[in-house]
T-cell receptor, first 109, second 114 residues
């Protein structure tokens, strides 16, 4: 089966850096995704990792270690608009997406 | 514009009154899926479809039905809604089941069953 863990809530200050961790156990692996979701809205795609290492995209970076079943999303130069939930999702081989419970990030002034 | 469209966006109904939430995508995607999202539980898959006339149960299919008569449409049917089906529902699609790209989500449908 699949299991994904993320912290439930995090708080950070505007302008700071925050790291949101995700651990997973899955049979087979076809990629790890991060989505951002503002309250009441649809998730929007942030990043995709299939190989180990760091993927950087502007203020957001995502890291993956397949051997450890671990990923993190790094948000730099935090802005108030970054207050949202961040969803970690894995795509086991030949199967559907499995989502973690999400981490609610609050950015304070 | 490439999009996934759901209707209705908001609905309040009563127990037992059949309802359908429509989902349509204009990207010619083969794979479509329905999720429900509840506080603390994240997104849970209800049903998915690999292609026309091919549907399968996800993790929480009880109380729901789907159909896939055409590629672009994947309606979610609640034959006899109950209060525990009060939730935020999302339809999503990707080009094909083997595609490694991200899910495209609809805007969501917030359903309240009284």
């Amino acid at each position: 089966g699949q299991n994904i863990d993320q912290p439930t809530e995090m708080t950070a200050t505007e302008g700071a850096i925050v790291q949101i961790n995700c651990t997973y156990q899955t049979s087979g692996f076809n990629g790890l995704f991060w989505y951002q979701q503002h309250a009441g809205e649809a998730p929007t795609f942030l990043s995709y990792n299939v190989l180990d290492g760091l993927e950087e995209k502007g203020r957001f970076s995502s890291f993956l270690s397949r051997s450890k079943g671990y990923s993190y999303l790094l948000l730099k130069e935090l802005q108030m608009k970054d207050s949202a939930s961040y969803l970690c999702a894995v795509r086991p081989i030949g199967q559907n997406f499995v989502f973690g419970p999400g981490t609610r990030l609050s950015v304070l002034p | 514009e490439a999009q996934v469209t759901q209707n209705p966006r908001y609905l309040i109904t009563v127990t037992g009154k059949k309802l359908t939430v429509t989902c349509s995508q204009n990207m010619n995607h083969e794979y479509m899926s329905w999720y429900r999202q509840d506080p603390g539980l994240g997104l849970r898959q209800i049903y998915y479809s690999m292609n026309v006339e091919v549907t399968d149960k996800g993790d929480v299919p009880e109380g729901y039905k789907v159909s896939r008569k055409e590629k672009r449409n994947f309606p979610l049917i609640l034959e006899s809604p109950s209060p525990n089906q009060t939730s935020l529902y999302f339809c999503a699609s990707i080009p094909g089941p083997a595609d490694t790209g991200e899910l495209f989500f609809g805007e969501g449908s917030r359903l309240t069953v009284l």
